[in-house]
């Protein structure tokens, strides 16, 4: 996930969006950054490490654009007066020996044969000659840390302009929690983002619309969804980041592709009423309506034949004819059917909402159950329970499968669901 969050952020965008990037450079980063990040190497030595790389070159395309760019992405010192200005032009002749080459010769990293012999100032008080003291000048600096912390938390806390009072002086919360994580010592990546994301800033005191990546990645690991093998989670990446606009999962249709913009995504989740319907219309059809790839139990893949059996959200795995997909063949998990029907409820709840239903809404749904057709008692999705009088459950493994696609299609129309509030 972090490696994600940065390959979507100024600094580390593959900037897939200019004809001189490729598939390759958004794999290479988001490969480079997952390692890095779960070997727990510190931020100084991802940057220097980052900087030289093709990806990052097929980014800047040029030597002086190159160190402007490192100049602001990284150091957030900016081209707009001196002495950035000679800090620029210095970092490019320090990097002169190295370029890219054109379309025709497929954007490769070569070098011209002009070596900088010259030593020239970058930054204040730090000298070099070459491309390589240029990037370990840039990994050095103080600046460094607090430049890359404001960019996460201003993408993690935006919308949060509450202020407090410091010596007289209102200040900005996003400014006390950079303060705060740098003066903490961090280091790494996970240094930042636990500083962040565990702060109370982030968990009660800022409103912001659930992005619709996180809101689909996250449910399906709640929802314990499986693929052939296993790899359901990437298929449905694929699917997220793949050029077909056709396809619900798309995250072009929500305004907000991955790994595309050079300047990363913008800070706002995109909210307008294309985006926010293809949010609730991917949710609601393409997750919670593909019931067969979260409920568990037999099955086989559409098109494939291939065996489908996991251990879902309802059903236990069936180790029984691959072909059979049979569901009354099919076991409901012990935990589950140990549960009465205010009890399925609020399972269902705490999984996709992280709460319990309310009296009203288990009202609802339980009358909704017992009279599905607008018919009689004898379209009931639920049975009492012969062993303990007044306990209803669903009837059957496919009321089971019914009644937890009803709850998930009333969630998907919540708008808790799609939105955090602040606590006050």
């Given at each position: 996930w972090a490696a994600h969050f940065l390959a979507n952020t100024i600094m580390f965008s593959p900037a897939y969006e200019m004809d001189s990037t490729d598939e390759e450079d958004i794999q290479f980063i988001l490969t480079s950054l997952e390692e890095k990040i779960l070997a727990g190497v510190p931020i100084r030595s991802i940057v220097a490490q980052h900087l030289p790389t093709r990806s990052r070159w097929r980014v800047s395309r040029s030597a002086e654009n190159h160190a402007l760019e490192a100049l602001e992405l990284y150091l957030g010192i900016f081209a707009d007066e001196e002495p950035a200005l000679t800090y620029i032009a210095n970092g490019g002749q320090a990097c002169q020996e190295w370029y890219l080459t054109n379309q025709a010769n497929?954007?490769?990293?070569?070098?011209?044969?002009?070596?900088?012999?010259?030593?020239?100032?970058?930054?204040?008080?730090?000298?070099?000659?070459?491309?390589?003291?240029?990037?370990?000048?840039?990994?050095?600096?103080?600046?460094?840390?607090?430049?890359?912390?404001?960019?996460?938390?201003?993408?993690?806390?935006?919308?949060?302009?509450?202020?407090?009072?410091?010596?007289?002086?209102?200040?900005?919360?996003?400014?006390?929690?950079?303060?705060?994580?740098?003066?903490?010592?961090?280091?790494?990546?996970?240094?930042?983002?636990?500083?962040?994301?565990?702060?109370?800033?982030?968990?009660?005191?800022?409103?912001?619309?659930?992005?619709?990546?996180?809101?689909?990645?996250?449910?399906?690991?709640?929802?314990?969804?499986?693929?052939v093998g296993g790899t359901y989670g990437r298929f449905i990446l694929h699917q997220l980041v793949g050029s077909d606009t056709n396809n619900q999962l798309n995250l072009r249709n929500v305004g907000w592709e991955s790994s595309q913009y050079k300047i990363g995504r913008t800070q706002n989740v995109p909210i307008d009423a294309l985006s926010f319907a293809s949010h609730h219309k991917a949710m609601r059809e393409s997750i919670f309506g593909s019931s067969s790839s979260w409920y568990g139990g037999p099955r086989t893949e559409n098109g494939t034949g291939r065996s489908?059996?996991?251990?879902?959200?309802?059903?236990?795995?069936?180790?029984?004819?691959?072909?059979?997909?049979?569901?009354?063949?099919?076991?409901?998990?012990?935990?589950?059917?140990?549960?009465?029907?205010?009890?399925?409820?609020?399972?269902?709840?705490l999984t996709a909402l992280s709460r319990k239903a309310n009296a009203d809404e288990k009202a609802d749904l339980t009358a909704y159950f017992n009279d599905p057709q607008g018919g009689s008692v004898e379209d009931s999705w639920l049975r009492e329970d012969t062993a303990a009088p007044g306990v209803f459950r669903p009837r059957d493994v496919f009321r089971y499968r019914l009644a937890a696609e009803a709850v998930f299609d009333y969630i998907s129309r919540l708008e808790e669901f799609y939105y955090i509030r602040a606590i006050p």
């Open positions: 497929g954007y490769e990293l070569e070098k011209t044969g002009l070596n900088n012999t010259q030593i020239v100032e970058v930054l204040e008080n730090y000298l070099i000659t070459d491309c390589n003291d240029f990037h370990a000048a840039i990994a050095q600096h103080p600046n460094l840390i607090p430049r890359v912390t404001s960019v996460i938390v201003d993408y993690l806390l935006n919308g949060n302009n509450r202020t407090e009072m410091v010596d007289g002086v209102p200040v900005n919360v996003r400014t006390l929690v950079r303060n705060a994580i740098v003066d903490s010592g961090a280091e790494t990546f996970e240094d930042i983002f636990k500083g962040v994301l565990f702060s109370k800033e982030f968990l009660l005191n800022t409103e912001r619309p659930i992005s619709y990546e996180n809101n689909l990645l996250s449910m399906l690991d709640r929802l314990r969804a499986e693929s489908l059996n996991h251990s879902g959200l309802l059903f236990e795995a069936y180790d029984g004819n691959d072909a059979d997909t049979d569901l009354d063949d099919t076991r409901v998990k012990a935990d589950v059917a140990a549960l009465n029907i205010d009890q399925f409820i609020d399972y269902l709840f």
